[in-house]
Every structure is written in C-alpha cells, then in structure tokens.
C-alpha cells in the first residue's frame, strides 16, 4: 500500500481536493462510475469546471485503488491517507 506523504500545507490542499474528488461522485453518478473504473480519467476531466490539482505521488496512490463502490473507494483513500484501518 502507498501512504500519501504531504508536509501541512499540501495536507490541507490535498484533503481540500480530496474532498472534491469524492463530494463530486456522491453528487454524480457518471462521475462517480467513472471515478470507480478510471481514476485518472476522472481527476484529468474534473468536474464542472473544477480540477483536482493533486501531487504526481498523491494521484499515482489515488490511481491505484480498485473499487466496486464509492465506499470501498472512501475506505481504500482513508486507508492511503491516514494509514488506518476502518474494518
């Protein structure tokens, strides 16, 4: 598993983005779906204009997530980020 590492600054942004990545599939279901098959296709489109501006690192560990759901996806991210288990 790839931990995201990010000093304070870029942990705010990154959290910030990541928040939008995921608000963005609960609102939108082609979002969501796309999100779920292709994740770097749904950071590069963005959503409504918006952009998910990510470090190489971060979106390579958000890329690697295979998921059914966007609770598994939620869970998988969780893990990445803070290095816990949610089980």
């Known amino acids: 598993m790839i931990k995201l590492r ?3 600054a870029e942990n705010n942004r990154n959290e910030d983005t990541v928040n939008r990545l995921i ?3 609960v609102v939108d279901k082609k ?14 489109s963005g959503y409504r204009g918006e952009t998910f501006e990510l470090s190489e690192e971060d979106q390579m560990s958000i890329e ?7 609770s598994d996806f939620s869970h998988y991210l969780f893990q990445q980020m803070f290095g816990k288990d949610l089980s």
Do not use: G, Y
């Open 6 to 8: 990010v000093t304070t």
């Open 23 to 25: 608000c963005a599939a």
């Open 31 to 44: 979002f969501c779906q796309l999100l779920l098959r292709d994740p770097a296709a749904a950071i590069a």
């Open 64 to 70: 690697s997530i295979r998921a059914t759901s966007l």
